[in-house]
């Protein structure tokens, strides 16, 4: 009941707390049933950008998935329809899975690896703020994910082939405190 009231009056410690306790979590748990590998890895690899006293931000990195197919490495799966199912996932976990947090809203930001000559970086390919008020509207189990990042407005650009182009990731309010601000107790 404390932490709840601690997030209710806006208390910026105890919300990074609970965050950043359940995203270990995540990382230590086996993979639920049902859920795509792909998708999982993106879960743990979220971590904690920003916290303001009525949202959190997330980065989290999707990765085309490839199979073997008719005796051939293929992509089945780009890095854009990946962080689709990744946004998907992370709004509806950090919305309704976080014990005594019901944040109004929260951000999840979707990085995919880049390669050039220069060597290799991540970029943001979407970005998605996803409210409260909107997800209690979406259904989560019968609805495709980009129609939830969608119902969101989620931020992205394609190429004409349908992969995922970077896109310039908006600045945090500026009530918000970086997570990087404060030491873990590890």
């Known amino acids: 009941l404390a932490w709840r009231q601690s997030v209710e009056e806006g208390d ?16 230590a748990i086996r993979m ?4 795509e590998p792909g998708v999982w890895h993106g879960v743990q690899s979220a971590e904690l950008l ?7 931000r997330v980065s989290a990195l999707a990765e085309g998935q490839f199979a073997l197919v008719s005796g051939e490495r293929r992509e ?3 890095s854009f329809h990946e962080g689709l199912k ?6 509806d976990m950090l919305l309704y899975d976080i014990p005594n947090a019901r944040l109004p809203y929260v951000q999840v930001d979707i990085y995919s690896t880049y390669r050039d000559d220069t060597g ?9 703020r996803a409210e409260r008020s909107v997800a209690e509207t979406v259904d989560w189990d ?3 994910p980009q129609a939830i990042v969608e119902a969101f407005g989620g931020r992205y650009k394609q190429d004409e082939r349908g992969n995922a182009l970077p896109i310039e990731v908006e600045s945090p309010p500026r009530e918000s405190v970086p997570a990087a601000y404060y030491e873990d107790d590890d």
Not at 12 to 27: F, G, H, N, Y
Not at 50 to 56: A, G, K, T, Y
Not at 86 to 91: E, F, I, P, S
């Open 50 to 56: 920003e916290v303001s006293p009525d949202s959190i």
């Open 12 to 27: 910026v410690d105890a919300i990074r707390v609970m965050v950043s306790d359940e995203l270990k979590r995540w990382k």
């Open 120 to 128: 290799s970086s991540q970029r943001c390919i979407m970005s998605t």
């Open 86 to 91: 990744l946004t998907a996932r992370l709004a």
């Open 142 to 144: 019968g609805m495709e």
């Open 32 to 35: 639920p049933k049902g859920t």
């Open 76 to 78: 089945v799966s780009n």
